[in-house]
């Protein structure tokens, strides 16, 4: 006899541990991003932002210097919040969900997605600064790089997919065309 299934609610499934993963992640990657971007869509950082506030408020406990990050951090948060609110009500048009321009590496990078590469070199860099000043921080920011590269995959693997969508799109409107004017008998 195979033993009692659960309710379908009650499944853990790989795609409800793959969006939690991602929702850590995203928060983790929030935790850095605030100070290295600007510019961030009106929704970025609300869940996240709430995910990144547990979770530092959950570190902060563990050092002082943790502490310290989480007083910074939540200045740059709020200032963050308080452009993406004023971009949006002068009316400027952006994804609500846009992760933010990433001002800092575009110094070093021509396309704003290689900008977003670098920003996990610059995130190490200063991980391996920090160790000697805060062994916590330091393996904070560490654990960022991960985070960073995770989410930056994850918004190249959606971008990619969303325009291979639309090039197949484009060719079924093309053919449904065809088939509407007669030139096209597949069916």
């Avoid at 928060?27 to 100070?35: D, E, K, Q, Y």
């Avoid at 929704?43 to 910074?72: H, I, K, P, Q, T």
């Avoid at 330091?138 to 960073?148: A, E, T, V």
């Avoid at 930056?152 to 997919?161: A, G, P, V």
């Amino acid at each position: 006899m195979p033993p009692p299934q659960k309710p379908p609610g009650e499944q853990i499934t790989v795609r409800g541990t793959f969006h939690i993963v991602t929702f850590l992640a995203q928060s983790h990657a929030s935790c850095i991003t605030v100070f290295i971007r600007h510019s961030f869509g009106i929704e970025a950082l609300a869940w996240n932002g709430l995910g990144a506030f547990v979770l530092l408020l959950l570190c902060a406990g563990s050092s002082r210097d943790m502490a310290a990050y989480f007083g910074l951090w939540f200045i740059a948060l709020l200032a963050q919040r308080t452009r993406s609110i004023w971009l949006d009500r002068q009316g400027r048009r952006q994804h609500s969900r846009y992760s933010g321009w990433p001002w800092l590496a575009m110094n070093f990078a021509k396309t704003e997605g290689k900008a977003k590469l670098i920003e996990i070199v610059l995130c190490l860099a200063v991980a391996i600064v920090m160790g000697p000043l805060s062994e916590t921080v330091s393996k904070f920011l560490l654990w960022g790089c991960f985070s960073l590269a995770f989410v930056q995959f994850i918004e190249w693997h959606s971008i990619t997919m969303q325009v291979r969508r639309m090039r197949d799109a484009e060719i079924e409107m093309q053919q449904a065309a065809e088939r509407f004017r007669g030139d096209r008998r597949d069916y």
